[in-house]
């Protein structure tokens, strides 16, 4: 089963341009420096499969400063933030994240975010990928809109259709842990965009090294499929100790899967790596 990963350029660029204070409050000008990590993105027009820049600002005067940092990108890019303000004491980088999105109808190409303050301006390139293919033998679920009933802390609610499947690399960004401690059931669902034949799902529990599935995974579930507008139960598993679990079911032509979690094997929280399915 080949799993599909969005790569992106790990460097970062960095633009320094004096910028000069509308109220000259010494001889010396600050100078200002944008960055943004990481030097270049990729983007698919899928609604979990989401990229991100992290965008910052250094003042390198002799003085501290307020400072905008506008932020613009065309159609089809979607940025979740357009202004970025902050007071910048000399030296002390400050940043935050910007996260970019295309929609499912988005062509494939190259495009531009910019930043700019004062004088100052910075380009990042995006490239638009083409959306992965989806037909017999690829996972139906990967990058899909997912709604758990709940999500702990910082976790992501795409967490667990990234793409990864490895327990080893668990974290807030490519895993879902629920929010409601000890209280189960727990959901995890996502929705396809068009009905599809569905007769087989794997479910990816936590399991690695420091945290074993035999004590942090799932333990009690079903595998729900959304059928003609209702969830159906299409399979059952009980006393899972396992770190993945494949179920096979007659298939159905469905819209949305889901996960019911009844139990995990610590009975604190429900924990997915990873949850695919396929048609057979």
């Not at 992290?54 to 905008?68: F, I, K, L």
């Not at 979740?80 to 910007?98: C, I, T």
């Not at 062509?107 to 531009?112: A, C, E, K, M, V």
Request: with cysteine.
């Amino acid at each position: 089963m080949q799993r599909r990963h969005l790569a992106v350029a790990a460097g970062a660029v960095v633009l320094g341009v004096a910028l000069a204070t509308a109220a000259q409050s010494s001889p010396a000008a600050p100078a200002l420096a944008l960055s943004a990590t990481p030097g270049q993105i990729q983007v698919v027009g899928l609604p979990c499969l989401p990229s991100a820049l992290t965008v910052g600002m250094t003042n390198n005067g002799s003085g501290p400063v307020y400072a905008d940092m506008e932020l613009s990108a065309p159609r089809p890019l979607v940025l979740d933030r357009r202004v970025f303000s902050s007071w910048l004491p000399v030296g002390q980088p400050v940043s935050v994240r910007v996260g970019v999105t295309v929609p499912r109808s988005a062509h494939p190409g190259h495009y531009t975010v910019s930043l700019s303050s004062d004088r100052a301006r910075l380009s990042v390139p995006v490239d638009v990928l083409p959306l992965p293919p989806k037909g017999p033998g690829d996972n139906l679920l990967l990058g899909e809109q997912a709604t758990p009933s709940s999500t702990n802390g910082s976790f992501s609610p795409c967490g667990a259709v990234d793409g990864d499947a490895d327990g080893n690399h668990w974290s807030t960004t490519t895993g879902w842990n629920d929010g409601t401690k000890s209280a189960f059931p727990d959901n995890y669902a996502v929705t396809l965009p068009a009905p599809a034949a569905v007769g087989r799902v794997v479910t990816d529990t936590l399991d690695s090294t420091k945290y074993p599935a035999a004590k942090y995974g799932l333990r009690d579930f079903d595998v729900q499929a959304h059928v003609a507008g209702a969830w159906v139960t299409v399979a059952s598993v009980r006393g899972n100790t396992s770190g993945s679990v494949t179920s096979t079911f007659p298939a159905v032509q469905a819209d949305g899967v889901q996960i019911v979690a009844l139990d995990s094997n610590d009975h604190a929280y429900s924990r997915i790596v990873e949850l695919e399915a396929y048609s057979g």
